[in-house]
């Protein structure tokens, strides 16, 4: 069973950091893309960020770029989501997203609120 599980969401201050976690399993994460896309109250879905399968390639949102890193370790089947000088304006449910060819995983989302 294909199965994607992020944590380290919750309440952080203006200017606060903290680190998301996605742990895979029932695939072979490896050889998989992985993005992290969030959806804010009352809007669609933004895609964050993307790192390839090898982790040499990463990309970001420019509403993110310089304060969120994305990395992956492929022998823990994680990818990570490092996100310093946080705004109000990220406050949002946050995915993570394998992908590959026509497979296409989703996990259950987690929430991060930026609020004093």
């Known amino acids: 069973e294909v199965q994607l599980v992020e944590s380290g969401g919750g309440l952080v201050q203006p200017g606060g950091s903290l680190r998301l976690s996605c742990a895979a399993s029932?695939?072979?994460?490896?050889?998989?893309?992985m993005n992290w896309v969030r959806q804010a109250p009352g809007k669609g879905l933004e895609w964050v960020s993307h790192?390839?399968?090898?982790?040499?390639?990463?990309y970001y949102a420019d509403s993110v770029k310089g304060r969120f890193t994305i990395s992956r370790d492929n022998a823990k089947n994680t990818v990570y989501l490092q996100m310093n000088s946080l705004k109000p304006e990220d406050t949002a449910v946050y995915y993570c997203?394998?992908?590959?060819?026509?497979?296409?995983?989703w996990g259950q989302g987690i929430q991060v609120t930026v609020s004093s």
């Open positions: 997203n394998a992908e590959q060819l026509v497979d296409d995983y």
């Open positions: 029932g695939f072979t994460f490896s050889s998989y893309t």
């Open positions: 790192i390839n399968a090898g982790g040499g390639s990463t």
